[in-house]
């Protein structure tokens, strides 16, 4: 990076899916990504790790978002799939799309 150079600034994405039903259950997925630096017209990527609950069990979650997809009028957001993991050697599968992005500083801040 050349000197005087600017990274984009850091956001974040919230994100909401449903896993596919598996043994008679779903879990819901609900959080907000790892924040990165990016812009709309680059290659970045956010993390995606969390927990899904309901009463009998858990399973985790990680994955790696798809790079930012341009919307008309600015902004962007991430495609993602993934599987849950757990100790109980059943998994669900998901998939779905980030929110805008969150967290930039307004225009000619």
Known sequence: MSKGTQLPFAHTHHFKTITFEKDDHEHNIVGFSFPANGSDFDDHFHRMEGVTLIKHHQH?????????????????????????????????????????????????W
């Open 60 to 108: 985790r979650y990680s994955l790696k978002t798809g790079p930012p997809i341009p919307l008309s009028g600015g902004g962007h957001y991430h495609e993602y799939d993934g599987e849950t993991f757990s100790h109980t050697k059943h998994e669900h599968s998901f998939f779905g799309r980030t929110s805008r992005p969150l967290g930039y500083y307004p225009i000619n």
